[in-house]
C-alpha cells in the first residue's frame, strides 16, 4: 500500500481530531439529557460518543497501515448545550452534518492526490454519514410528532435506551 501525501496525512489527523470532538459533543448532549432525567436518551447519546471514537480509531488504524503519524490535534471545550430534547438532537444534527462535509472534502482531496487506496475507507464513511444523519433526522421526527407528550416521550426514551455499544476498537463498526 503507497503512503499518504504530506497532504493527505494532515487531512486525515484534522479527521481524527473532529472525530474525537464529535465523541465529546455526544458526551456532553449524553450528559444534558441525564440532567432531564432521561436516561434512555443519555445512554444513546454515550454509544454514539463511543461510535465516534471507532471512527478516529478507523483512521489512525488506515494511518499506521500506510507508515502515516496519527497526530490527535487540540480540541476545545465542547460548547454544545441543550435546553430539551429536539434542541439535543438538533445540535447533534447540526454536528454530523459538519462530519459529513468533511469527509466529502477528504474524498474529493484523495481523489486530487490520486490516492484510491483511501478510497475504500473514505466510501465506508461516506455510506456511514449518510445513515448517521438519516437516523438522527428521523429521531427528531418522531420528536416532534411526540411535542410535548409526556407518555411518548417517556417510550422514546427507554426505546433509545436499548441500544448497546461495540465498543471503541475499529473492528467493533
Known sequence: MAQLTGTLEEAFNAQVTLELEASL???????????LDLPGMASWFRVQADEEVVHANKFIDHMTDRDAHPRIQAIGAVSVRAGGVLEAFQAALAHEEKVS???????????QEGDIDALPLLNWFVDEQLEEEAMVSELIGKIR???DDGPGLLKLDEALGARQSGGTEADSA
Do not use: H, P, S
Request: charged content about 30%; glycine content about 4%.
Open 145 to 147: 410528532l411526540i411535542d
Open 25 to 35: 459533543v455526544y458526551r456532553q448532549l449524553g450528559i444534558e439529557m441525564d440532567m
Open 101 to 111: 462535509e468533511a469527509i466529502r472534502n477528504l474524498y474529493r482531496l484523495a481523489q
